[in-house]
DNA sequence: CTGGGGATGGGGCCC
DNA sequence: CGGGCCCCATCCCCA
């Protein structure tokens, strides 16, 4: 527990959302309390007004508007939704109240209308994503449907519903698979209990989005445009006065875009799509009727990494990077470094963290434990690391001199450090300027977050330390630039994790894209001011300077 | 600018 | 072969 949040603790309740799921969709079904009744050409289907709230855009602005006309919000009504075909609303109530949607391939289409018109934006987002990996690129092939009925499990991770509901982060991150990783430390991942309450799915199992990324509340502008959409009516019961009609199709336009959202269009395809294809992908795994298109593609990524390199195989190249990674297994763990998935978390505190051994190390933090004391003096440390440098600081050997000007350092990062500032004037005057053109690609202001040019460094580790340069001063060498941008980077980053392990990526959560995400936004904190840090646009940047300097010692 | 602590990513070893 | 564990190099941030 964190000393200073006055002794507050915060104990999560996993298996809530799906509960309060769960006892909802119950009362949908006896009816219980239901105080909004759809109907789609006949047929009907009792509801919740607050449920459909939360879940549609729609319904949020048409309650929300009644409210505020102080009509209250309560009371008994019935909407007609004749533009929704009675099978799609169906499904997409399910979805509302179990977080799946369960729907035939051949009512994809419905089903995107329907959510299109609602104001259901991940159900939106799933069912093109769906579309497009059948190959419908919007009327290219409209007609053009698998011939059996396709399979698609599409699961989220039914226990983050309420908290990513809390959050409102507006997110439009499209959650490819869920399931559940097992993780001893997160109380994140418990088991997706499906709800006991309402009949296991039907065998054509679409799951999709919870109903967490509604449109945002927050974004006031967005009015139901009370059209002449004939195509659909949301009718009040008699006596409540105002009609409600449609122009829900305009919905999906006025779908708010996130800060973070990546720059994801539909219409955009190439690089991005190779990640929606993924994910599509990765949406059908383990269903037996979609063929191992993912595996295809992903040895066909790393193949054109260099040679016929299986999983099997150390070392491995990152087909993102192009980097080798050594080690059995370690692929997959570096391929975190480009998607950004964070599997780990912290059960105290919430950090999440790439690796298991890192957030064991994290772990010390709440427990107190410091196993690394110094010997001469009271000092103790989280990391062996740690103490090593402290360690030196008794010796007072200062190992790490500038071949410049001589200082001595006790740390060689802080020698690095030093040939990368001001105070090195030597190495400083022979820094060229920045090309404008090279420096856009990383997005990155002069100077700031410069990093030693790893030919320069290089040398510098072969004159001070040709040890490190011999055993594995290669391996934080620069490798290939990445061309493209952070969603191809992403990309093919979910390509190889499929390719890596399609059985571990069926378990991969919602959190690989969530960590996408938050990748996304760390990087663009980071290409603000002071540079970015991602390593392929570090990658660049060192590539830079080396043609920098390459360029003026040719001079 | 420097010293120091902490975080992150890669590699080696072992199970 | 994958993953856990550990060490190392490097980077960031703060005082």
Redesign the pocket.
């Known amino acids: 527990m964190s000393p200073g949040e006055d002794g507050l603790i915060g104990i999560p309740f996993p298996e809530h959302s799906n509960e309060l799921l769960s006892h909802l969709n119950d009362q949908r079904r006896t009816g219980l309390l239901c105080d909004l009744t759809l109907t789609s050409r006949g047929a009907r289907y009792p509801t919740h007004r607050s449920v459909m709230a939360a879940v549609s855009l729609y319904f949020r602005r048409l309650f929300g508007a009644e409210e505020g006309g102080g009509e209250g919000g309560g009371g008994f009504s019935v909407c007609q939704l004749d533009c929704v075909a009675p099978d799609a609303l169906d499904a997409l109530l399910e979805f509302a109240y179990t977080a799946t949607l369960t729907i035939p391939s051949s009512g994809m289409r419905d089903v995107l209308r329907g959510a299109q018109l609602l104001g259901i934006q991940c159900v939106a987002d799933a069912c093109r994503d769906i579309l497009g990996e059948t190959g419908e690129a919007e009327g290219e092939t409209a007609g053009e449907q698998r011939p059996q009925q396709m399979t698609i499990e599409r699961t989220i991770e039914t226990t983050n519903v309420v908290e990513k509901i809390s959050r409102r982060k507006n997110e439009r991150k499209k959650v490819r698979k869920v399931g559940l990783r097992p993780n001893n430390f997160s109380p994140l991942y418990p088991l997706a209990a499906s709800p006991a309450s309402h009949p296991s799915p039907p065998s054509d199992s679409f799951r999709s989005l919870p109903p967490t990324q509604p449109p945002s509340p927050e974004s006031e502008e967005i009015h139901p445009k009370l059209g002449q959409n004939g195509d659909l009516r949301a009718i009040r019961e008699p006596g409540r006065g105002n009609t409600l009609n449609g122009g829900l199709l305009h919905w999906a336009q006025e779908r708010p875009l996130t800060a973070h959202q990546p720059p994801i269009q539909s219409d955009k395809l190439s690089e991005d799509d190779d990640m929606e294809a993924l994910g599509d992908d990765i949406v059908v795994m383990g269903s037996s009727s979609i063929p191992t298109s993912v595996a295809d593609r992903g040895a066909a990524t790393s193949v054109a990494g260099g040679g016929r390199k299986r999983?099997?195989?150390t070392p491995q190249q990152c087909p993102v990077c192009q980097?080798?990674?050594?080690?059995?297994?370690?692929l997959?763990?570096?391929m975190r470094?480009h998607t950004g998935e964070k599997p780990f978390q912290c059960s105290a505190c919430g950090v999440r963290?790439?690796r298991?051994?890192?957030l064991?190390?994290?772990m010390r933090?709440h427990t107190g434990e410091r196993p690394y004391t110094c010997s001469h003096c009271p000092?103790r440390?989280?990391?062996?690391?740690?103490l090593?440098?402290?360690l030196s600081?008794h010796s007072g050997a200062r190992p790490f001199e500038c071949p410049l000007c001589h200082?001595a350092?006790?740390?060689?990062?802080?020698l690095?450090?030093?040939r990368k500032?001001?105070?090195c004037l030597e190495l400083r005057t022979r820094r060229p300027k920045r090309v404008p053109e090279l420096a856009e690609d990383a997005g990155e202001k002069d100077g700031m977050?410069d990093?030693?040019s790893p030919l320069s460094?290089q040398a510098h580790?072969t004159m001070f330390h040709p040890h490190?340069v011999l055993e594995?001063?290669s391996?934080?060498r620069p490798s290939l630039i990445f061309p493209g941008g952070i969603d191809r980077e992403r990309s093919l980053a979910l390509q190889t994790l499929a390719q890596l392990?399609s059985q571990?990526l069926a378990n991969y959560p919602e959190l690989l894209l969530r960590g996408l995400e938050m990748r996304g936004s760390r990087e663009m904190e980071r290409e603000g001011p002071?540079g970015t840090?991602s390593?392929a646009l570090q990658r660049d940047r060192w590539a830079d300077e080396v043609e920098d300097e390459e360029a003026e010692e040719g001079e």
């Open positions: 999983k099997s195989q980097k080798i990674i050594h080690g059995a297994g370690k997959p763990r570096h470094t963290f790439t298991n051994d890192k064991k190390i994290h933090k000092a440390f989280l990391h062996s690391y740690d090593k440098n402290h600081l200082k350092f006790a740390r060689e990062d802080h690095q450090r030093h500032g001001h105070s977050g990093h030693p460094l580790h490190s594995g001063g391996a934080s392990n571990s002071g840090r390593p």
